[in-house]
Every structure is written in structure tokens, then in C-alpha cells.
């Protein structure tokens, strides 16, 4: 069961990599920055750590966990890469990549983690301090994104705290996460490496790499694609209203751009994903304006429309899945 002490808050500094990679190494968990978004790491080849994680977040055991590694050579005793895959792993990693490759017959992620499936995800993170705490530990670290499930994901310590305090051992502040959305996930299972989840790495540079766009998902309306893709995620408490043209009064409203949707006067807050309509910087702020808005007790938040380019799609992605019946 979830630890009932206070969570340790732990600087991203020498004293704070070593407690926390003990505390990792013994089977607690621990949440980490990364470059997307902050991770609850456990030991990943320790079920009962793992069982951990998903009790803390209240995440079903079917939805599997992204293993991280310190680097290509650690990744391939976990995973059977492809072409395709290693041309991914050697230009995208470190970095906001996650590949789901069969797992290789010398891994070590356990079945837990993996929701008992054949395959396995993994992922370099390109962030000085989860770098520096593998490294310390030696093992994969399995980490889902460190938000109770279904929540909205965080991207600083104080949204890890708000989420979980209590329920894990500590958290390494690393102050705010430079992407800001979660990584992409592409499954080179055999067939064309097919985009479970757009992420910090856009389609068109995907596409770059391997030579023609990735192969999407699958049909919308069939079953999910990823474990873990459900249609309500990302949600705030209040309800979320997409392409919203015209404010209602009492609203919260997130802006893109310089667009001014009608009767923004009357909205009750307003937070700005990017005056200059720079997708990058939404995606590093949409996570934290979304809890902002949140906290300003509105029953809706609506969202201005959002251009698909670039990170655009994966910042999409969040909000249809935010705005999802429940
Ligand atoms: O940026 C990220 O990816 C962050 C940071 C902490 O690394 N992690 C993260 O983890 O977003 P999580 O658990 O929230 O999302 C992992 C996604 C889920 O959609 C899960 O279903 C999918 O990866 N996934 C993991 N293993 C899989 C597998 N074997 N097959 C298909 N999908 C898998
Ligand atoms: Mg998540």
C-alpha cells in the first residue's frame, strides 16, 4: 500500500541523486524530472516496487511502463531493435522518444512492468538529473508520468507534491520540465513503426528519420492502440471546451496566439499557452495553466483553437483527451 509518511523533497544535487538512488535501489519510489514531464520511478526489474507505482497513482495494471535507460547500449539488452528503431534510438535519443521493441530475451524489466505483454518500452531521457540518477542506479527505472491516473501530468516538483505527497518517498526538484509534454511512443514491433502517442518529438521529424510519416495508431473508434490510450486523460477537475470562438461568462480560458475569442472580458481567468504562437513554448506551458485554471474553481475551461503543426499535435492530443466524456 502507499507510503502514509510526508514526501522527502530532495535537491537535484549530489546529496539529493544519492539518497534518491538508494531509496530506488531498496524498492521505494522516487519521482524524477525529465525533459517532458516528471516521473514516479521504481526499481523496473523489482515487481514489488512496481506494484508500488501503480497503487500510488491508481493506475491499472494493464496499462504498462515506460523503462528508462542511460543509453543505447543499456537499451539493447532490453530490447530487440529493428532498423527502423536504431535509426530512432541513435538520432532521438537522449531525448523525448519512447520505443516499444519486443523485449529481448536478456531483459530485465519485469513482467509487471510490462503489463505482462511481449514488448517492452524504453526511453533515454535527455534531462542532467535523471541521467545522473540511472547512471547511480545502474538499472532500468520504470516511470509513468507522476500524476494520480488520469490526471493532468506535472511538470515541477510542487505538481508531483499536489498529486502524490504522502503516497511516495520523495521527489528530486529539478525545477520545470523543458518540453512540457510526455514523450512520443513508436512501436517498431515487426511491421512499419507505427506513432502510439504523439509526443516531444514532432511527426515530421519522425518522418525525417525514417523516411516516410509513421504509420498511425489505428482506425479512431477501434480499440486503443497503446494499453494505456484511453480517451479520458489529462483531466483537469473542470470540464474542457475545445475550439472555443466565444467565451461563456464564468469560464477559465486558454489562449493561443494573439486570437481573442468573444467575451473574453467575462472570463474568470485566462491563462496564455504562447503570445507569439510558438507551439514549443505551449507545450511547456500547457500542463501548468491547465492546473492554474483549474485552481480557479471555474466549472469549464475552454480552449482557443490550437494550429496542429509541430508540437501542436501532441499539445491536440492532451486537450481532446482532457476534454473526453468521463
Ligand atoms: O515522457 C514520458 O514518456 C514520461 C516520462 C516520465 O518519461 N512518461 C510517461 O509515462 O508519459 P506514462 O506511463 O504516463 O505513459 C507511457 C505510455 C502509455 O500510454 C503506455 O500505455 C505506453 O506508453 N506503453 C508502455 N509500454 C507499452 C507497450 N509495451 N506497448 C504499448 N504501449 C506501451
Ligand atoms: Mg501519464
Redesign the pocket.
Given at each position: 500500500p502507499p507510503s502514509t509518511a510526508p514526501t522527502l523533497r530532495l535537491a537535484a544535487d549530489v546529496n539529493g541523486l544519492a539518497r534518491a538512488a538508494a531509496l530506488i535501489g531498496a524498492g521505494r519510489l522516487v519521482a524524477?524530472p525529465?525533459?517532458?514531464?516528471?516521473?514516479?520511478?521504481a526499481d523496473a526489474t523489482d515487481p514489488e516496487a512496481v506494484a508500488a507505482i501503480y497503487a500510488a497513482k491508481g493506475?491499472p495494471r494493464f496499462?504498462?511502463?515506460?523503462a528508462?535507460v542511460t543509453g543505447l547500449e543499456a537499451a539493447l539488452a532490453q530490447g530487440v531493435f529493428d532498423a527502423a528503431a536504431l535509426r530512432l534510438a541513435e538520432r532521438f535519443w537522449p531525448g523525448?522518444l519512447?520505443l516499444?521493441l519486443p523485449a529481448a530475451p536478456t531483459g530485465t524489466v519485469c513482467d509487471l512492468a510490462?503489463?505482462g505483454?511481449d514488448?517492452?518500452?524504453l526511453?533515454v531521457?535527455a534531462h542532467a538529473v535523471?541521467l545522473g540518477l540511472l547512471d547511480r542506479i545502474g538499472r532500468p527505472v520504470a516511470?509513468?508520468?507522476?500524476?494520480r491516473s488520469g490526471r493532468v501530468?506535472p511538470t515541477s516538483a510542487d505538481h508531483v507534491l499536489a498529486d502524490l505527497d504522502g503516497r511516495i518517498d520523495a521527489v528530486l526538484d529539478g525545477g520545470e520540465c523543458p518540453?512540457g509534454?510526455?514523450?512520443s511512443?513508436v512501436?517498431c514491433l515487426g511491421g512499419p513503426p507505427r506513432l502510439?502517442?504523439p509526443?516531444?518529438v514532432t511527426r515530421a521529424a519522425l518522418a525525417e528519420v525514417l523516411g516516410s510519416d509513421p504509420e498511425d495508431a489505428g482506425d479512431p473508434g477501434s480499440r486503443p492502440?497503446?494499453?494505456?490510450?484511453l480517451a479520458s486523460h489529462y483531466a483537469p477537475r473542470a470540464g474542457v471546451r475545445l475550439e472555443a470562438e466565444r467565451i461563456e461568462p464564468g469560464e477559465a480560458v486558454l489562449t493561443f496566439g494573439t486570437f481573442r475569442p468573444d467575451g473574453l472580458e467575462r472570463a474568470a481567468a485566462v491563462e496564455s499557452l504562447s503570445e507569439r504562437g510558438d507551439p514549443a513554448e505551449a507545450a511547456a506551458r500547457l500542463f501548468g495553466a491547465l492546473r492554474r485554471l483549474d485552481a480557479s474553481g471555474a466549472l469549464t475551461i475552454a480552449v482557443v483553437p490550437v494550429p496542429e503543426a509541430g508540437l501542436g499535435e501532441a499539445i491536440n492530443d492532451r486537450l481532446r483527451r482532457a476534454a473526453a466524456p468521463r
Open positions: 524524477l525529465t525533459e517532458t514531464v516528471y516521473g514516479l520511478g493506475r496499462n504498462p511502463l515506460i528508462h523525448p519512447t516499444v510490462r503489463a505483454l514488448s517492452v518500452a526511453r531521457p535523471a516511470a509513468p508520468s507522476a500524476n501530468s518540453v509534454v510526455e514523450s511512443v512501436a502510439l502517442r509526443g516531444g492502440a497503446g494499453p494505456g490510450l
